[in-house]
């Protein structure tokens, strides 16, 4: 049993979303900072005409802020009747994870990440951490 | 259910294709007067429409072309020789009936109104879908069109990145106009896209004048805001909904004229349809003046459906009882009417305006009738905003709330002042209470406070002056909603898109307002700033005003619908028939008491003046929630306080949406919604007479 995730790197970890949720990936754009919206919003940006909001999950993982000028892409999902971007470092390729590699999370991971992670796949060479989607991009 | 205004519209289309057809043959016809074929076609077509236009009561039409067969008969059976004038005359006929087809395609009734001139045929080559200068464009087209300006605003922000690099000025230069032209391409076709509400709302007439026929019941129909415009897949949407409002309305919401006499009412119940744009949303109102919703029938009509327990239903409040018409299924009237349907009820226009992210309530007074509200948040509204910086980022700021711009000089006499550690403004001898923009949108406190620029605003019926970075332009700004992470911020109210493709944030000028403490704590001194939002708070709380309600009982109101706190002489306050008012700000604002509004459990009620004779000053609460402002007379005034919303306990009196602990001690929250309705919500401040 595989299933293809969209891979993507947050401060040199390996993340993966289900492929299908996968709108779009864009590079280079511009986002309008929003001033009170809290340290998970990026900012909003204009997709063809469509405001979009954009969440940086480091917030929620409890990783250190987004260094300034730092190359980013953005991963653009879709949520129900709203398209929500997520603000990343870089884009991985999309990986055919086996079940069969699945781990749930260490007992000894303590924190916001228990919240939002289902869990890790073990690839070849290192491990990839399976994003809990739903609770990582829900309002506050 | 027929759509009558779809078989209207086949109607339309197959009437011009027939009046082409008698054109086309009566050309015939004077080359070859005889043309048998010619005559039968021309008869045919006089004799489709006059079938057609039967079907619908147009009965000028029907005259019109009875009249054209005729004329054919008579040509046929040799009784009459085709000439100019036969020709003229079946020209003019022709033309005549274009005249009413127009009047029907805009107001769905042929009209009293004469036809229009007789044109000559040949002058008439347009196709059927022209009227009135407009053209008519399959919705299609336009996606297609809005769907290709937006790769196009794409491709242009591409573009532009790497055309500020070039050094070739010709690129540059042709990169800058390319961009210009397709911001306002993007412009133009957002606007083709918006229609009025009156397209809407133009069968409505028709459709009371019919319903009234078959019930027997007189309604007058009073439409106001008919040139608000939306997107028409908006008003697409909302078209069934409105129409299934309105048809409750006059089904089971205005009695017949013999229970109206009866119960002291004119004859003729009057709805009216009410729209309006606030804040981002369209709002739109159907009142009528019916009997009003019966909150006991509902109650048992719900506890028999199993939509409730009879036990919970006793402890449900009015706004919540009124709510359950809204579930599916839900029916109480006695007799289902052909005209409002089984089943197909409230709950189904319910879900197609939520479908569009709208909302819909209903609110009634039992007797006087009831007012359904509909709110759209506008995705395509255009409204004229004035751009500024701060902090080098653009904001925009809704034309309507801006009154006017000041710029302060260094070294020059007008500057920012200071009341203890409120800033102000002297303007025109008034004090202007001032933000600083960077500070309400978490910047530190101002450095920069002498070579400002000032930007009046109104909030409610207070001003204060709002200090920016810099003054752009005004511009029509395309109004988008934020998202669902964002829209709970009280200082904006959506995002736009400006001339350069980046997004701007829309300043909501009352939450700001509010943000930013215009309204004034205990002491009347503006309160600090409030501390940095804390990050997921474990429960959700909310401010509330604290005062004193009669029988010294605790009562509180959601802060956010206060705008101030004031103080009166009790001779400020002024009678105008029924309603007590008070002159504010040069406006007179409706004023409700405390006292008299909360039925007091006491056996002997103390007079509302008798409460108040004695004291010097009285306490008044300006409360504002959805555009309207009304003044709360309370005893005293207690503190802020900001606590959990967690057991509210339904409320056992009118105005009381509920109990709960507030520090401790049993509060009764103040229903706003309740309130506003004591105060006539139809209205702003009271005016006499209906409007």
Redesign the interface.
Known sequence: MSAPLCSFYLDESLYGIPVGLVQEVLR?Q????????????QG??????????V?DLRARLELPARPPDAPSMHILLDHG??T?GLIVDRIGDVIEVEEAEFEPLPKTLEGAPRELLRGAYKLSDRLLLALDVEKSIA?? | MTNDADFIKDFLIESHENLDKIDGHLLVLEKNPTSPESLAEIFRAFHTIKGTSRFFSFKRIEALTHAGEDILSRLRDGRLAFGRTVAGALLGLADEVRGLLKSVEATGQEGTKPAGPANGPMQNLESTAVVDGTLRVGVEILDRLMAEVGELVLARNQLMQRAADQRDGVITAAAQKLNFIISDLQTQVVKVRLQPMSSLWNRFPRLVRDLCLTLNKEVKLLMEGADIELDKSLLEAIKDPLMHLVRNAVDHGIEKPEARRAAGKPLIGELKLRAFHEGGIVHIELSDDGAGLHTEAIRAAAVSRGVVTAEDAGRLGEAETWALIFTPGFSTASEVTSVSGRGVGLDVVKTNIEKIGGSVDVHSVPGKGAVFRVKIPLTLAIVPALLVVCQGQRYAIPQMDLLEMVRLRPGGAARIEWVQDAPVYRLRGRLLPIVFLGQALGAGAPVETSDVCIVVLRAGRASFGLVVDRVLDTEEIVVKPLGRHLKSIPVFEGATILGDGRAALILNVPGLAQTAHVVRDLHGNVAPPEPEKKPEPKAPTQTFLLFAGPDNGRMAIPLSDVVRLEEFPPEAFERVGSEEVVNYHGEFLRVLRMASLVVERRRAPRSAAGLFRGRRRTHMVVCRHHGRAIGLVVDKIMDIVEEPVAGLQAGSRECVKGTTLVRGRVTELLDIDALMARARPSEHFPEEGAA
């Open positions: 280079g511009v986002l309008t900072p929003v001033p009170l919206a809290g340290r998970g919003v909003i940006l204009n997709l063809r005409g469509r405001i979009i909001t969440l009747q709203e929500v309002a506050a």
